[in-house]
């Protein structure tokens, strides 16, 4: 019963819960950041380079199998031995982006510490202020 009683105990500690809730938030934001480069990033790039499409460039590595159509996709499909450079291409781009959006959470996340840090605690008040402050109490005792 100890085991099940200290991993319940781990399980339930607030890390443990913030790292779940992070996992969750970072896999949510890995679909975003995805559609990001998908669908806007890499249309501006194919535009820019005369419409290149990266996500279909590959180089077959080995012959074509008979009936199979010579796209990425039926290739993937019938299980073909590709060097798909293009998806490596959209897949760096991808970490980028991420990697940029976390960096400027973290500097912003530093900055605002940093403002929390440098705020001023309350003055120590003198010695007139403490013993004015200690007449008062003993008048309020009366």
């Known amino acids: 019963m100890g085991f099940v009683k200290e991993f319940k105990e781990f399980a339930m500690k607030g890390n443990v819960m913030d790292m779940a809730v992070g996992v969750i938030i970072g896999g949510a934001f890995g679909k975003i950041v995805s559609s990001l480069v998908d669908d806007v990033i890499m249309p501006v790039i194919s535009l820019a380079t005369g419409g290149v499409d990266f996500t279909n460039k590959y180089a077959v590595m080995g012959d074509i199998p008979a009936g199979v159509a010579n796209n990425y996709a039926a290739l993937k499909e019938a299980g073909v031995s590709m060097f798909a450079?293009?998806?490596?291409i959209q897949n760096v781009i991808d970490f980028l982006i991420i990697a940029l959006c976390i960096f400027l959470m973290i500097k912003g996340m530093n900055k605002l510490m940093k403002k929390k840090e440098e705020a001023p605690a309350d003055p120590?008040?003198?010695?007139?202020?403490?013993?004015?402050?200690e007449i008062r109490d003993l008048l309020k005792k009366d």
């Open 85 to 88: 450079y293009g998806a490596f």
């Open 124 to 133: 120590e008040p003198s010695a007139e202020e403490k013993l004015l402050t």
